[in-house]
C-alpha cells in the first residue's frame, strides 16, 4: 500500500495499542513504525528485477520483524525514558504496526514474502487497491482526531470508529472478490476455452470495478467487470503474449524472476531491437506499470543484458473510463504497446 496509508494504519494500531498510557507518542511512533518495511526502497540490490522481487522480502517477514520489535521498543524508550515502564507495551505497539503494515501488503496483488526465509513465494490476495481512499480516509480521519483533539477520550474513540470502519472495508473486498472470481470463472468456462491461470484484482482508487486476466500458452485475456451492472458479461479481448522473442534468453536469471514473481501473468514484447517483459497485473492496458529489459538483439543473436525498467508510461485519459466503466461496458483503450508489429494481431475473444 501507498506510504500515506502505512503511516494512518501503524498510527492508528499505535493509538489504540497504548495511546491511554503515553498519549500522542503512541500515534507518532505507531505511523513511524508503519512506515519502516518500506525502507528496504532505497537499498539496491544489484538490477531492475532484483530490486522489483526483493522489495517486501526480508523487511516484510513476520519472522524479521518479531526479532526486530524489541530492538525498536528498547530504542523507544531510550528516547522517552519516562515511559520505560511501558516497555512490554512498546513491544507490543511496534510489533503491530509492523505486522499490520506487511499483512494489509499481502492483500494487493504484489503480495508480501511473509514467511521468508523459509517460504518465499508472496502471499497474494489481490482484494485491494495499492491506493484506496474508501480504506485510508477513515483511518486518517480517526488518527487526525485522536491528534486533535483536546479529549483525548473523545480522540480514541474516532480512532477506533476509523479503525473499525477501515476492517469492515477490508472485509467487503474480500467478499467482492470472491463473488468476482466466481463470475470469472464460469464465464470462462462457459466460453469453451478455459485459461491455465486466472487472476482477478480491482482497478485503481476502488473496489466496485474488477480487473480479470486470463493467460494460457499464447495469449492472454482481459476483461472488466463491475458490481454495478452484474446483469452484464464480461467482455474480453485476446492479446498474444509473445513468448517466443524470449527464446535463447529462458536461463536468464531476470527473465525465470520475472517469471517466478509474477507467477506466470506476464507477457513478452521486442521493441526496437530490445527484448523486454511486461507484468501483466499492474496497471491498464496499455499502459503497464512494469516493463523490463531483459535481452536485446545484436547482428541478430539474442543477447542476454542486465535487466533495466522502461519509464511509466501512464495517461489521465483512464480515469474517465474507468468512472463510465462503472456503470457500462467500455473496450479497452488503445495505445502505443498494441501498435507494435509484435502485437497489433489482437482480436477479440473467441477462437484465434
Not at 528516547?79 to 503494515?101: E, K
Not at 474513540?157 to 464460469?186: E, M, R
Amino acid at each position: 500500500m501507498d506510504s500515506l496509508t502505512q503511516f494512518a494504519l501503524g498510527a492508528a494500531v499505535g493509538e489504540a495499542t497504548l495511546g491511554r498510557k503515553v498519549g500522542r507518542r503512541a500515534l507518532l511512533w505507531g505511523g513511524i513504525c508503519g512506515t519502516l518495511p518500506d525502507l528496504d526502497v532505497l537499498v539496491p540490490f544489484g538490477d531492475a528485477v532484483q530490486d522489483f522481487i526483493f522489495h517486501r522480502s526480508a523487511s516484510h517477514s513476520l519472522f524479521v520483524l518479531a526479532l526486530l520489535a524489541p530492538l525498536v521498543a528498547y530504542l523507544i524508550t531510550r528516547i522517552h525514558p519516562q515511559t520505560r515502564p511501558h516497555y512490554r507495551g512498546w513491544l507490543l505497539l511496534v510489533f503491530l504496526a509492523l505486522s499490520t503494515h506487511v499483512l494489509l501488503d499481502s492483500l494487493t496483488v504484489f503480495g508480501t514474502q511473509i514467511f521468508w526465509p523459509w517460504g518465499s513465494d508472496p502471499v497474494t490476495w489481490g482484494t485491494i487497491f495499492i491506493i484506496d481512499p474508501l480504506y485510508t480516509v477513515p483511518l486518517l480521519v480517526g488518527v487526525l482526531a485522536a491528534w486533535l483533539l483536546r479529549s483525548r477520550l473523545k480522540g480514541r474513540q474516532w480512532n477506533q470508529l476509523g479503525l473499525t470502519l477501515s476492517c469492515i472495508y477490508l472485509v467487503w473486498t474480500v467478499g467482492a472478490k470472491v463473488h468476482v472470481n466466481d463470475i470469472a470463472d464460469h464465464q470462462l468456462a462457459s466460453d469453451g476455452q478455459p485459461p491455465a491461470q486466472v487472476v482477478t484484482m480491482p482497478t485503481p482508487f476502488n473496489s466496485l470495478l474488477w480487473r480479470v486476466v486470463a493467460v494460457d500458452q499464447e495469449a492472454y485475456r482481459i476483461g472488466y467487470y463491475s458490481l454495478l451492472q452484474q446483469d452484464k458479461p464480461i467482455q474480453f479481448e485476446r492479446f498474444p503474449r509473445n513468448l517466443g522473442v524470449l527464446a535463447g534468453l529462458e536461463d536468464h536469471e531476470p527473465v525465470r524472476k520475472v517469471k517466478w514473481f509474477t507467477k506466470g501473468f506476464y507477457a513478452a514484447e521486442k521493441r526496437n531491437g530490445d527484448i523486454l517483459m511486461i507484468d501483466l497485473r499492474a496497471g491498464l492496458e496499455p499502459d503497464y506499470e512494469y516493463f523490463f529489459k531483459v535481452g536485446e538483439l545484436q547482428d541478430r543473436q539474442v543477447r542476454p543484458v542486465l535487466s533495466q525498467r522502461l519509464p511509466v508510461q501512464r495517461s489521465l485519459a483512464r480515469l474517465p473510463w474507468l468512472w463510465d466503466s462503472l456503470t457500462e461496458p467500455r473496450p479497452i483503450l488503445r495505445g502505443a504497446l498494441f501498435k507494435t508489429a509484435e502485437l497489433d494481431t489482437h482480436t477479440l475473444l473467441g477462437p484465434p
